[in-house]
């Protein structure tokens, strides 16, 4: 097929990230915002070596499960690609991609329970960083046109949080009135690259973090004296300072500017501390939802003891310590140990114990010790679990692994190997942690 050229397609299947599938003259065609059984007039618009991408030209027969997207920035936006899907839409999609990804990567043809859903699904992004940026001599903010660095202007996001929208904007008209310039990539002119906000759900407190380029920041003790006066729920503000030219969004260096730099939430009855680069789940409302089905699934005997691998601030620990005789939290990164220490002061929970290393190690020394663990929660990045750590985790061999993932591929190649080694998958639970978007958290129960 040719650029330009038109066809009448159906669509038959999602890519993993929700574009249409269309095949048309032995060519694959993947084509935004097209649904399942959707015909549609597309014009090709690029031409790769195995398949091409198209565009709708026209809707023929639209599909029950449309709807009008309530974000008018959302054909331009990168930040919501499934806001035309329903509801209903959406969880077919993310309940059947966990189910295909499973079958492909790990020829496992598993049942997966239907992904759970948000039952508000706006408003739920606690952390929120906007980059800023000049257009027509004007001052801009919001998120990335998808591939690209163009910002799409917008001052209200359906996704984030009310409080973000309205300080983001304030902010916006702040740096107008005192002509302070956002960072130029190109010209490496300007000091305010993003603005950082995040906010604690069932408390009602805010953190604003300024992202410079510079180590100062003109006039900003007026501007620190505005927000607080017009903003009473913002506890702390801190300055992050990023000289870099790269992508990379926050700097080493940081100074709190107002207040004690942390903002405190509850989760399931217990209260942490959220630091400026404190790992905290994004979505508040649905970590609880996640949380609990992982401990309903792992079903916890008093007697148990547990190893809580990637434990961040100790949020998983701190929430299953209530369920067993005892919990290990372990992460490799300083600080995340220092705040899961001081969380499990607060709440007063003696039986769960942090410990700053390499998860695999630590297990290494529990079978050397010849320690038994009943149950291992493993919750890593989007990179899934090393071929180390897996070798690791069943020499300790637990009678039974919960594994929490943010990307169900590296999920899915890591069951592999689990697999090989003598565990069974039993329960597969999608949670809608990101609604509108094609990501995924994914619970998986296995057993020796």
């Known amino acids: 097929m040719n650029k ?7 669509c038959i ?29 597309i014009e090709i618009i690029k031409v790769l070596k195995s398949y091409c991408v198209g565009r709708v030209v026209e809707l023929k027969t639209p599909s029950s499960e449309r709807i009008e997207p309530k974000c ?24 059947n991609r966990v189910k295909e990804t499973f079958l492909k990567i790990a020829h496992q043809n598993l049942r997966v329970n239907d992904c759970l859903m948000d039952q508000d699904p706006y408003h739920y992004r606690n952390k929120v ?9 004007h001052i801009v903010s919001g998120f990335y046109k998808a591939r690209t660095n163009d910002i799409i202007n917008n001052d209200y996001c359906l996704i984030q949080n009310e409080f973000s929208n309205k300080v983001i904007k304030r902010i916006k008209e702040l740096f107008e009135k005192y002509h ?37 920041i003109p006039h900003i003790h007026e501007i620190i004296d505005t927000l607080t006066h017009e903003y009473p729920e913002i506890r702390t503000i801190i300055q992050n ?14 100074k709190v500017l107002y207040g004690e730099g942390y903002i405190e939430d509850t989760l399931l009855g217990n209260t942490y501390k959220i630091s400026m680069k404190s790992f905290y789940q994004i979505n508040p409302r649905q970590v609880e939802v996640l949380y609990s089905k992982a401990i309903e699934y792992a079903k916890f005997k008093p007697t148990d003891v547990v190893i809580d691998a990637y434990c961040g601030i100790g949020t998983i620990s701190l929430t299953l310590a209530k369920h067993v005789k005892k919990v290990y939290g372990v992460e490799v990164v300083p ?15 003696t039986n769960a114990e942090f410990v700053c290393d390499d998860a695999g190690h630590f297990m290494t020394e529990f079978v050397e010790r010849n ?19 897996l070798e690791r985790l069943t020499t300790l061999s637990p009678k039974r692994i919960v594994y929490i993932s943010c990307n169900v591929a590296t999920q899915a190649r890591d069951l592999t190997y689990l697999v090989e080694k003598g565990y069974k998958p039993l329960d597969v639970q999608p949670v809608d942690m990101f609604p509108h978007t094609p990501h995924i958290e994914n619970i998986l129960l296995l057993s020796k």
């Open 371 to 389: 320690e038994k663990v009943d149950c291992v929660m493993v919750d890593p990045p989007r990179k899934g679990c090393s071929t180390e750590f």
């Open 72 to 95: 008018d920035c959302f054909k331009q936006c990168g930040g919501c690609s499934l806001m035309h899907m329903s509801d209903q839409e959406q969880q077919s999609f993310k309940t």
């Open 129 to 137: 960083q906007v980059p800023f940026g000049m257009q027509d001599g």
């Open 335 to 349: 600080q995340a140990i220092v705040d899961a220490k001081e969380n499990a002061e607060r709440n007063h929970i």
């Open 241 to 254: 300072i990023n000289s870099r030219h790269d992508n990379v969004i926050l700097g080493e260096e940081e």
């Open 13 to 41: 299947d999602y890519t993993h990230d929700g574009l249409g599938v269309v095949k048309h003259d032995n060519t694959t065609i993947f084509v935004k915002n097209l649904l399942l059984h959707e015909t549609a007039k």
């Open 180 to 216: 302070i310039q956002p960072y130029d990539k190109l010209t490496k002119t300007g000091n305010i690259k993003h603005v950082l906000t995040k906010t604690s759900y069932h408390k009602n407190e805010a953190m604003v973090v300024f992202i410079s380029y510079k180590k100062k």
């Open 4 to 10: 330009r050229d038109q066809f009448i397609g159906e």
